[in-house]
């Protein structure tokens, strides 16, 4: 509201001084119900304080004699006075722009008599992406006369634009140095590196040095580290292990066909090993890594829903749920989103 006061309080002085004034942009009040989606749902609607600043800015040509009548014209209802569905912001996160489910929020303001005489077209440009918002344009029969002097204000004046392009040096302001300062700041650092020597000709002298033995031992094995337990009794190498007689040995010598049929059936064991244990890991991995359980169905279109995060500041913050996956729009609309609504997790 600060702004929008300011905001009046520089148009109407420029009026004062005799000149027209525009004004353009994005002022974040939906006027009337008509510029507005979801009017009809909204308490004490004229009552809010921007669209009651909005009533003493902007000239009302419907209104009756005697009512008050701001200095500006709303261009677009100037031309366009009961269009429908003329919206210039739509929620992003919501798709309210495939419904076109919005609000009017961008405006093309100017002076009643600037309007009347000079503005030929106000218009809207939705199919223009890229932003929340779409571009808002207007048409003007006047002819540019370039002035004697620019305007007091103009950008040009300002200093972060007059002159060439700052260098960065601009930035770095040299410091004075004094010769005190420069010789206590020469000691401590002869002093730093001085002290920095000693602390490595220590740790070189306090670093144990290796055995020639050791060295040549290189890099150590895994089972060295594995040393057998002191309660089982240790097996000498002169200890021979007491032999059995040789009843007899009796070899016996297979056919070539015998040898192929064993080398098949060896195979085949091999591979069934194989294919059971890959099984074995493959249901394994499936009950551990078993994805993302499957979105519940809305019940207006029985289609998969969408899941989305609270970020709103209460109990509920960072909570996941459940809600229809189509864009939102008017509810009288069957083809917006439904109003299921579930959590992921019961409280």
């Given at each position: 509201?600060?702004?929008?006061?300011?905001?009046?309080?520089?148009?109407?002085?420029?009026?004062?001084?005799?000149?027209?004034?525009?004004?353009?942009?994005?002022?974040?009040?939906?006027?009337?119900?008509?510029?507005?989606?979801?009017?009809?749902?909204?308490?004490?609607?004229?009552e809010?304080?921007?669209?009651?600043?909005?009533?003493g800015?902007?000239?009302?040509?419907?209104?009756?004699?005697?009512?008050?009548?701001?200095p500006?014209?709303?261009?677009y209802?100037?031309?366009?006075?009961?269009?429908?569905?003329?919206?210039?912001?739509?929620?992003?996160v919501?798709?309210?722009?495939?419904?076109?489910?919005?609000?009017?929020?961008?405006?093309?303001?100017?002076?009643?008599?600037?309007?009347?005489?000079?503005?030929?077209?106000?218009?809207?440009?939705?199919?223009?992406?890229?932003?929340?918002?779409?571009?808002?344009?207007?048409?003007?029969?006047?002819?540019?006369?370039?002035?004697?002097?620019c305007?007091?204000?103009?950008?040009?004046?300002?200093?972060?634009?007059?002159g060439?392009?700052l260098?960065?040096?601009?930035?770095?302001v040299?410091?004075?140095?004094?010769?005190?300062?420069?010789?206590?700041?020469?000691?401590?650092?002869?002093?730093?590196?001085?002290?920095?020597?000693?602390?490595?000709?220590?740790?070189?002298?306090?670093?144990?040095?290796?055995?020639?033995?050791?060295?040549?031992?290189?890099?150590?094995n895994?089972?060295?580290?594995?040393?057998?337990?002191?309660?089982?009794?240790q097996?000498?190498?002169?200890?021979?292990?007491?032999?059995?007689?040789?009843?007899?040995?009796?070899?016996?010598?297979?056919?070539?066909?015998?040898?192929?049929?064993?080398?098949?059936?060896?195979?085949?064991?091999?591979?069934?090993g194989?294919?059971?244990?890959?099984?074995?890991?493959?249901?394994?991995?499936?009950s551990?890594?078993?994805?993302?359980?499957?979105?519940?169905?809305?019940?207006?279109?029985r289609?998969?829903?969408?899941?989305?995060?609270?970020?709103?500041?209460?109990?509920?913050?960072?909570?996941?749920?459940?809600?229809c996956?189509?864009?939102?729009?008017?509810?009288?609309?069957?083809?917006?989103?439904?109003?299921?609504?579930?959590?992921?997790r019961?409280?």
């Amino acid at each position: 509201m600060s702004f929008y006061h300011l905001l009046q309080i520089r148009a109407e002085a420029l009026l004062a001084a005799g000149s027209h004034v525009i004004i353009l942009g994005d002022l974040n009040t939906a006027y009337r119900r008509i510029d507005h989606c979801d009017a009809v749902n909204l308490e004490c609607f004229e009552e809010d304080p921007g669209r009651k600043w909005m009533d003493g800015l902007l000239n009302n040509l419907e209104c009756q004699a005697g009512s008050h009548m701001g200095p500006f014209i709303d261009t677009y209802r100037y031309f366009q006075p009961q269009q429908e569905g003329a919206f210039t912001c739509w929620s992003v996160v919501n798709g309210a722009r495939h419904l076109n489910y919005g609000c009017r929020l961008d405006y093309i303001l100017g002076d009643r008599s600037l309007v009347m005489d000079t503005f030929q077209a106000s218009f809207l440009l939705p199919e223009i992406m890229g932003s929340d918002h779409c571009p808002v344009g207007a048409v003007l029969n006047v002819s540019s006369v370039p002035a004697k002097h620019c305007p007091p204000l103009c950008t040009r004046f300002f200093p972060e634009f007059a002159g060439t392009q700052l260098k960065i040096l601009r930035f770095l302001v040299p410091l004075e140095h004094k010769p005190v300062l420069e010789q206590s700041a020469l000691q401590l650092s002869n002093q730093t590196q001085v002290q920095k020597q000693q602390n490595k000709s220590c740790v070189r002298s306090t670093r144990p040095r290796l055995s020639q033995a050791s060295s040549r031992r290189g890099q150590k094995n895994m089972t060295s580290y594995f040393r057998p337990s002191s309660n089982h009794p240790q097996t000498s190498s002169d200890l021979k292990l007491p032999t059995l007689p040789l009843v007899g040995t009796l070899m016996t010598t297979k056919t070539p066909e015998e040898e192929e049929i064993a080398k098949v059936v060896e195979v085949e064991i091999k591979a069934s090993g194989a294919k059971e244990e890959k099984e074995a890991l493959t249901s394994f991995w499936k009950s551990v890594l078993a994805g993302p359980l499957p979105m519940p169905l809305c019940r207006g279109h029985r289609e998969p829903c969408v899941m989305r995060t609270v970020k709103k500041p209460g109990p509920n913050l960072g909570r996941r749920f459940y809600m229809c996956a189509r864009p939102q729009g008017p509810p009288s609309d069957p083809s917006s989103r439904c109003n299921f609504f579930q959590w992921t997790r019961p409280s």
